[in-house]
Structure formats: C-alpha cells, structure tokens
C-alpha cells in the first residue's frame, strides 16, 4: 500500500482509532459512519503542514478562508442523512476538501458534490482520483440552485450555512428525501434536517453548529 495512504507517526492506524473512540464517546452509532472514517485518511485533505493534526477532532484551514468539518459534524450529518437506511443518490453543496464526499461516496450508490471555487473543487478532484472514489460526481457552480438535472436526490446535505432553508434544494428533493443543512448566521446556526412527505416538510432542528456560510455565486 502507498505509505501515503497507509500513514505513520500521527497519522497511524492508532491515531485515527483514537478520533473513532472519541466519536463513539460523543454519541456516533452507526457503524457503517464509524467504519468509514477510521478508513478514510484525513490527513490528505488538508495541507501537509497540518497533516500532524488531521485525527484531531478539529475543524482546520484550507485555504481561501474556508474549512474542512470537524470529523464530529461529518459524522453526525452523515448518521443523519442515513438514519432510515442508505439513500441512493445524494447532493452535497460546498465539496471543499472533499472530506464529507469521501465519508459519503462509499455508504451510498452516487454522490452529486456541487462547489462554487474551482481551486478548491480541483484540488478535491485529485484526491477522489487518487483514492479510487468513481461515484462521485462533481460540479463547479453555485450550490443554492442544486443540481436540477440530477435531481430528485434521496439525500441533500449542505456544508456550508445559507440564513435561511433554501427553497430550490428542497424542490430537489425526491419523496421521502432529506436535506441536512446548518441554518442561520455567521457565528451558530441551527442544524437542520427537513424530511419530504408529499408536498409537506418535516423539519427538525438538532444541534448548535459553526459553518462557514453559503455565498452566492462561484469562483
Ligand atoms: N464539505 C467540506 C466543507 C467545506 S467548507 C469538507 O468536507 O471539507 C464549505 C464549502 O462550501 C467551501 O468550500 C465553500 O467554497 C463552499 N460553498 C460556499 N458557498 C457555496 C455555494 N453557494 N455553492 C457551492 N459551494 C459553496
């Protein structure tokens, strides 16, 4: 195996053992989520500088003033988007790092990943590339409009925070779909999951989350 990928030092099967403990200890159950993570290198989403860092459960630069999630949040928004078993297809707005599509990418059959900066969007296409992700589909656009070709999607997950539920995602939706989205202002947002009934929207809210927020437009 690529020592790369393998790892040593801090990026160790022993260390990223370590994050998957402390997810456990904070309430992550699905054991699909878990067994995804301790097998997905984090430290080649970030910069080689924090590589050191990646098994901390972190939020960490990447460059252009945006974040990879904490492993806590990947965690939990992707036990949320599973909960009633595994989505076939599923949008992710803000692919950033490519971290959340690489957790995704192996629980369900395609993953639609939609970025509005095209350094960041190439920079995840390599990794997908070089760790074998081939049902991941990527776009360079402005997620608020989703991804209407592809869509309805069983699942819509949203990594960065808009102030309010935006409606064309939830139009996106197929029946019996669910949108996992962090909502509100810079600062703390509600984290959110609508489920679709028909015309109607089930809509919980869940934890306090940090995100950074959804912008208009790409870069
Ligand atoms: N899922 C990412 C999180 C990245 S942070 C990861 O695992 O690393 C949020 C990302 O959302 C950033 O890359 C940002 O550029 C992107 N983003 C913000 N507004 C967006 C929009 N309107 N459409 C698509 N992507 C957006």
Do not use: C
Not at 88 to 106: H, I, M, N, R
Not at 138 to 143: E, I, L, W
Not at 199 to 208: A, G, P, R
Request: hydrophobic share 40%.
């Amino acid at each position: 195996m690529n020592v790369d990928i393998q790892g040593i030092g801090m990026t160790s099967q022993r260390t990223r053992d370590r994050l998957i403990r402390r997810l456990e200890e904070h309430g992550i159950r699905n054991p699909d989520v878990l067994a995804v993570m301790r097998d997905t290198p984090r430290h080649l989403f970030v910069d080689e500088a924090l590589a050191s860092r990646a098994y901390e459960d972190t939020a960490l630069p990447i460059g252009f003033r945006q974040t990879i999630s904490q492993p806590y949040i990947v965690a939990r928004m992707t036990e949320l988007l599973l909960e009633d078993g595994i989505p076939d297809t599923v949008l992710e707005v803000g692919t950033g790092s490519g971290y959340q599509a690489a957790v995704l990418a192996p629980l369900v059959r395609q993953l639609y990943s939609v970025e509005r900066n095209a350094d960041l969007l190439r920079q995840a296409e390599q990794r997908f590339r070089q760790l074998k992700l081939h049902n991941i589909a990527t776009r360079h656009a402005d997620g608020h409009l989703g991804w209407p070709e592809k869509s309805p999607f069983d699942g819509i997950i949203v990594t960065a925070a808009p102030a309010t539920l935006p409606e064309e995602l939830l139009r996106q939706l197929g029946e019996g779909g669910r949108l996992v989205v962090p909502v509100g202002g810079a600062g703390s947002q509600d984290l959110i999951r609508v489920t679709r009934r028909g015309d109607q929207f089930e809509q919980e809210t869940l934890d306090k989350v940090v995100f950074v927020p959804l912008v208009q437009g790409k870069t």
